[in-house]
Nanobody, 128 residues
Framework: QVQLGESGGGLVQAGGSLRLSCAAS????????MGWFRQAPGKEREFVAA????????GYADSVKGRFTISRDNTKNTVSLQMSSLKPEDTAVYYC?????????????????????WGQGTQVTVSS
């Protein structure tokens, strides 16, 4: 089992940047594929980015591709989301998610139903 805690959210102007971090408990972080999702008011939770166990493979939603970068540090049990060129439509609560997996080191998951563990979320607000 793993517990997740997000940090780094806040208020930023359009065009600005933020870096979200997710800290995971436990000693088996390397066995978890990780993802970031977001949920805006009145909308469903949607996929943002994902990363494989090793960090060797990443995937992004089309809406953030080229602006967001997901990374992980398996020595520190953390996964990060660097967000640049932020837009008002990026405003949402951002959630970190984890899935224990024996799958290939280069496999990641895009569907929220693939994930077992979730953090509490961190608010990101982008003003125009």
């Amino acid at each position: 089992q793993v517990q997740l805690g997000e940090s780094g959210g806040g208020l930023v102007q359009a065009g600005g940047s933020l870096r979200l971090s997710c800290a995971a408990s436990g000693r088996t972080f390397i066995m978890y594929a990780m993802g970031w999702f977001r949920q805006a008011p009145g909308k469903e939770r949607e996929f943002v980015a994902a990363i494989s166990r090793s960090g060797g493979s990443t995937g992004y939603a089309d809406s953030v591709k080229g602006r967001f970068t997901i990374s992980r540090d398996n020595t520190k049990n953390t996964v990060s989301l660097q967000m640049s060129s932020l837009k008002p439509e990026d405003t949402a609560v951002y959630y970190c998610a984890a899935r224990f997996t024996y799958s290939s080191n280069n496999y990641y998951y895009r569907d929220r139903s693939d994930y077992t563990y979730w953090g509490q979320g961190t608010q990101v607000t982008v003003s125009s």
